[in-house]
């Protein structure tokens, strides 16, 4: 309870509160969860767990006012969603495409970046990174608006299934990413495939990758090529040889393109590269640690929740924790389920 609840404020929030505070007698919610139940005491379980929760929390008044800068976004778009979900060219049951969307996110959330999630409608500008995971279905207008976004000075990444449709779900032609984004990634997706569960594929990718579900087959000469890096090809069957991630140069920016859906840690180390790319820094973090920065005129206040069943040791930690009144200088443990706010020295 404690370590959600602090999750939530980690993430941006100023309160927590509780549906409902006192369970109704009768009708369809009388056993619904509440502060107080129909014991009608302040001494049950319950009670006294949120009674702590605010303690902690008027500890913590120091944060108002403090809010997520976040320079990394990952794109969601519900129309998109439902034109993914319509289209009859992949397999039904692997299309998962919230499910990719959230493999971006946890990618960047185990490297300590708070990332914004964000529709192609939302305003571009304050970020460094945007990643748009299987954006099957864009109009012109936001096409450009992410070639503007590049060329700008920033870094854009997508994979397989970009760009295929525009807004009334008919393709583009001349190419997918159709619109002004193949130019943007320097390459042009001839086919994609839907993989059986028996098959496999795999990018030499620094590290290497592991490839399932789908792969696309992508050509580097329908576009200008001179300023397109190859990250990894793949390495079996017919498509060896052949780009899978690409990264080009457009304007001031970068745009780098993931050909195939690819295991988690691969996906990891892509970011880890877009991120220094964009200028953002970065921390790898122990399994089950999940950290965010709030920041305010100034100060910063770094959130470390650990969600392992045991106590973690962080290392390089400066500054005043906020929960036990104590300086932290070096290592910090965290105990089992346990929260530490740090607001951080000045670097």
Excluded at 305 to 328: F, K, M, P, Q, R
């Amino acid at each position: 309870h404690r370590l959600f609840s602090m999750q939530a404020v980690a993430c941006g929030s100023d309160t927590v509160q509780y549906f409902q505070w006192r369970k109704g007698r009768g009708s369809y919610e009388q056993y619904h969860g509440a502060v107080i139940d129909h014991l009608g005491r302040s001494d049950t379980r319950i009670f006294k767990e949120v009674s702590e929760l605010g303690s902690l929390l008027g500890s913590l008044g120091e944060l108002r006012g403090s809010v997520i800068k976040a320079r990394a976004a990952v794109i969601f778009d519900w129309s998109c969603w439902w034109a993914v979900n319509d289209m009859k060219g992949l397999a039904q049951s692997t299309k998962k495409y919230p499910e990719t969307v959230c493999q971006a996110y946890r990618a960047l959330l185990a490297l300590g970046i708070d990332a914004d999630v964000i529709s192609p409608d939302d305003d571009f500008s304050g970020y460094s990174l945007i990643v748009a995971p299987m954006l099957y279905m864009i109009d012109e207008k936001n096409a450009r608006r992410l070639a503007d976004f590049v060329q700008s000075g920033n870094i854009l990444a997508a994979t397989y299934l970009t760009g295929y449709v525009d807004d009334n779900v008919l393709c583009y032609l001349g190419g997918f990413p159709g619109s002004v984004l193949k130019d943007v990634f320097g390459v042009v997706a001839e086919e994609i495939d839907t993989l059986y569960p028996s098959d496999s594929n795999h990018i030499d990718i620094t590290g290497g990758a592991a490839v399932h579900d789908y792969a696309e087959i992508l050509r580097t000469d329908l576009t200008d090529s001179s300023a397109l890096e190859i990250l990894g090809r793949y390495t079996d069957d017919f498509y060896a040889g052949i780009p899978a991630v690409t990264l080009n140069n457009y304007g001031r920016g970068k745009a780098c393109y993931i050909g195939a859906r690819i295991d988690d840690v691969a996906f990891g180390r892509i970011m880890e590269l877009l991120l220094t790319e964009a200028g953002i820094s970065y921390k790898k973090l122990t399994d089950g640690i999940e950290y965010h920065v709030r920041e305010y005129d100034g100060t910063r206040f770094a959130f470390y929740l650990n969600y392992n069943e045991s106590a973690v040791t962080v290392t390089d930690v400066s500054g005043y924790d906020l929960i036990s009144n104590e300086e932290i200088n070096g290592d910090m443990m965290i105990e089992r389920l346990g929260v530490r706010v740090v607001k951080c020295n000045p670097a």
